[in-house]
Nanobody, 115 residues
């Protein structure tokens, strides 16, 4: 069974940086894409960044130039977040699309940007 474990969230001051990690465990699966979403109170869950198995990346306009998504050979996906702003405060969720176009979600990790 495929499972996602997120880490790296926390409290950071405006202008600071965090790196989120999403480790994918399991066997006998193929990942088509990885993505990071976030959801703030009173807001819909929004796509922050995505990366496909072929390496194509996309970012929300609000994070372009500040956030970077990447993955490694162990299928761990990362979200490097620089120059964080209070409006980045949200629960961040990792998602992968696996064979059969099944969506697998992580448990979420809280990112709070505040002075």
């Amino acid at each position: 069974q495929v499972q996602l474990v997120e880490s790296g969230g926390g409290l950071v001051q405006p202008g600071g940086s965090l790196r989120l990690s999403c480790a994918v465990t399991g066997s006998r699966f193929t990942i088509y894409s990885w993505a990071w979403y976030r959801q703030a109170p009173g807001r819909q869950r929004e796509l922050v960044a995505s990366i496909t198995a072929g390496g194509s990346v996309n970012y929300a306009d609000s994070v372009k130039g500040r956030f970077s998504i990447s993955r490694d050979l162990k299928n761990t996906v990362y979200l490097q977040m620089n120059n964080l702003k209070p409006e980045d405060t949200a629960v961040y969720y990792c998602k992968v699309v696996v064979n059969g176009y099944r969506d697998i979600w992580g448990q979420g990790t809280q990112v709070t940007v505040s002075s």
